[in-house]
């Protein structure tokens, strides 16, 4: 199996779990730990071009982060390592980052100093046809990565897809992030005999669990055409005709025009500044989608109050509280755009803010409903040698989206993202720059629906105002208020200390577990300059992986 130049590995047969193992190890075995950094004398796309310190990935697939850092150490830029990375969880978990799903992006771009929202959400199709029988959407992801790594990549374009393409025909182990993804809807699905073609294990007919081999052929066509081809041909001409075809044999509404019409956009992401003028920074978030606003949102809040740095645990949890519940409070309340309109805004929400009391929702009545989201989504961030950072999330709307699949594709066909009433609030990027001297501190993304944003705040705020390294601020528990209903909800593992003071406070609790998952990289001394300080972490909520520095 070809996985990039100057790597090549064989797939054994399932039930050769000691081959598989060895095989896995090796591709660990090849990441480079933190240094400095510099090139060698071989040439670039072989695992020993950039020497010390390649870059870092956390991803919610282990085999994608470890493909990603691969193109790392060949000099590939963090682009080129999401892209790879994302057609590799494309292959081992479909149930979220299928080619059928869509997407957003964060780019720090260290030459200009620039950060770009990249959107290539899943949009409904121009006519949903009598009698269909699925609200299915137009694919983005493909056209996405493409856009991507055209603007901010330097590898070649087969390279990337290979990995991911290799996966799929050879067949790999079924990854324990993908195993969970599956379990509480695999009935429903397997009772669709296009599923239990791809899902079901050739021997007993069973759905494939933890390390059973995922062989995926149909889907290794399609990544050859995009690997071969680029992605013209996915969204228009023969094969295009082929995938509208299956999915109106699914029942769905899909055209040709849908797909040839379908643009990723560049937009200018939120921002909020902080810091001091010594140490400036500014947080960027993406919105679209609406995560990436309420994100924002708690961000502006917690950075006005000023006392994250300096409280003890029960006064931070009280804080992230109290911003998560305002952000959701006013969810419909206007789309923020600029700086002095999330500023404003944050100004008139914490103006009722009491240290000592929890202050009721209803004292922002008329309260936004609790939105419908999925927990589904995956997510991957980078950064490079050269202080490049990509931040991305993707979704297929549901898991497994509609549960249909293309037949002949090996595509799961995402959900209309205005289906059911649901929001994107599980697509949440974000990066920390200083955009003075064009240095990247902090990149991350986080998925697991309604508890997201808020998961990613509860992160962010320990590594960046509180100085924690990222490890114990991954594992540190965390709070979240959606507002309908006016509950404080804590992870199991808070003290009783802490929950007995939130208590004396007013708030009104319940016990949520795996609030978000989180996938995240820090560099507290700012990257290139110091790339020793980076750390890298995937949530242990989750089960991904982080490569390519400290942990």
């Given at each position: 199996m070809r996985f990039i130049k100057g790597l090549s590995l064989t797939v054994s047969p399932k039930g050769s779990h000691a081959a598989r193992r060895r095989q896995f190890g090796v591709l660990a075995a090849l990441v480079l730990v933190a240094g400095c950094s510099?090139?060698?004398?071989?040439?670039?796309?072989?695992?020993?071009?950039?020497?010390?310190?390649?870059?870092?990935?956390?991803?919610?697939?282990?085999?994608?982060?470890?493909?990603?850092?691969?193109?790392?150490?060949?000099?590939?830029?963090a682009a080129d390592a999401v892209a790879a990375g994302y057609f590799a969880m494309a292959v081992g978990l479909p149930s979220s980052a299928g080619l059928g799903g869509g997407g957003v992006c964060l780019v720090h771009?260290?030459?200009?100093?620039?950060?770009?929202?990249?959107?290539?959400?899943?949009?409904?199709?121009?006519?949903?046809?009598?009698?269909?029988?699925?609200?299915?959407?137009?694919?983005?992801?493909?056209?996405?990565?493409?856009?991507?790594?055209?603007?901010?990549?330097?590898?070649?374009?087969?390279?990337?897809?290979?990995?991911?393409?290799?996966?799929?025909?050879?067949?790999?182990?079924?990854?324990?992030?993908?195993?969970?993804?599956?379990?509480?809807?695999?009935?429903?699905?397997?009772?669709?005999?296009g599923v239990a073609a791809i899902l079901a294990r050739r021997d007993t007919g069973a759905p494939v669990g933890e390390g059973d081999l995922l062989l995926r052929p149909d889907l290794a066509s399609v990544l050859s055409l995009i690997r071969a081809k680029g992605v013209g041909d996915f969204y228009q001409g023969p094969w295009a005709r082929r995938f509208v075809a299956a999915d109106r044999a699914a029942g769905g509404s899909l055209d040709l025009a849908d797909l040839r019409d379908f643009s990723p956009q560049w937009r200018a992401p939120l921002k909020v500044p902080f810091g001091s003028l010594i140490s400036s920074r500014t947080a960027y978030f993406a919105a679209p989608p609406e995560g990436g606003a309420l994100a924002a949102r708690m961000w502006a809040m917690i950075v006005r109050d000023g006392g994250f740095a300096s409280d003890d645990a029960a006064a931070r949890a009280h804080l992230l509280a109290e911003v998560s519940m305002r952000a959701f409070a006013k969810r419909g309340g206007g789309q923020v755009g600029n700086v002095a309109q999330i500023d404003t805004g944050s100004k008139n929400m914490m103006?009722?803010?009491?240290?000592?009391?929890?202050?009721?929702?209803?004292?922002?009545?008329?309260?936004?409903?609790?939105?419908?989201?999925?927990?589904?989504?995956?997510?991957?961030?980078?950064?490079?040698?050269?202080?490049?950072?990509?931040?991305?999330?993707?979704?297929?709307g549901a898991a497994f989206g509609t549960g249909k699949v293309a037949q002949g594709t090996g595509i799961f066909l995402a959900e209309n993202p205005t289906a059911r009433g649901r929001s994107s609030?599980?697509?949440?990027?974000?990066?920390?720059?200083?955009?003075?001297?064009?240095?990247?501190?902090?990149a991350a993304a986080a998925g697991g629906g309604l508890?997201?944003?808020?998961?990613?705040?509860?992160?962010?705020?320990?590594?960046?105002?509180?100085?924690?390294?990222?490890?114990?601020?991954?594992?540190?528990?965390?709070?979240?208020?959606?507002?309908?209903?006016?509950?404080?909800?804590?992870?199991?593992?808070?003290?009783?200390?802490?929950?007995?003071?939130?208590?004396?406070?007013?708030?009104?609790?319940?016990?949520?577990?795996?609030?978000?998952?989180?996938?995240?990289?820090?560099?507290?001394?700012?990257?290139?300059?110091?790339?020793?300080?980076?750390?890298?972490?995937?949530?242990?909520?989750?089960?991904?992986?982080?490569?390519?520095?400290?942990h």
């Open positions: 510099s090139t060698s004398g071989v040439s670039q796309g072989t695992l020993t071009y950039v020497q010390g310190f390649s870059g870092a990935v956390a991803a919610a697939d282990p085999r994608a982060a470890l493909i990603a850092q691969d193109v790392l150490n060949t000099g590939g830029t771009d260290r030459k200009s100093g620039a950060v770009e929202a990249l959107d290539f959400l899943n949009r409904a199709p121009k006519t949903v046809l009598p009698g269909a029988r699925i609200a299915d959407a137009v694919p983005g992801n493909v056209r996405g990565m493409f856009a991507l790594q055209s603007r901010y990549g330097v590898r070649r374009w087969a390279e990337l897809v290979a990995p991911a393409e290799a996966l799929a025909r050879f067949g790999a182990p079924v990854s324990k992030a993908f195993a969970r993804e599956l379990d509480p809807v695999k009935q429903s699905l397997m009772a669709d005999p103006a009722s803010f009491d240290s000592r009391r929890h202050t009721p929702a209803s004292h922002f009545a008329p309260l936004s409903p609790t939105p419908r989201t999925s927990p589904s989504a995956a997510s991957i961030v980078a950064v490079d040698p050269q202080g490049d950072a990509v931040a991305c999330a993707f979704t297929l609030l599980a697509l949440t990027p974000m990066l920390v720059t200083n955009d003075n001297v064009h240095e990247v501190y902090f508890p997201a944003p808020a998961a990613l705040v509860n992160v962010a705020a320990r590594t960046q105002l509180a100085g924690v390294r990222l490890g114990a601020a991954m594992a540190a528990p965390r709070v979240f208020n959606p507002a309908t209903p006016d509950i404080t909800f804590y992870e199991p593992t808070m003290k009783k200390a802490v929950i007995d003071a939130l208590s004396r406070r007013g708030h009104h609790l319940g016990k949520a577990a795996d609030q978000g998952r989180v996938v995240a990289i820090s560099c507290p001394d700012g990257l290139p300059p110091k790339p020793g300080s980076c750390q890298v972490s995937a949530d242990t909520r989750g089960a991904g992986l982080g490569v390519g520095a400290q």
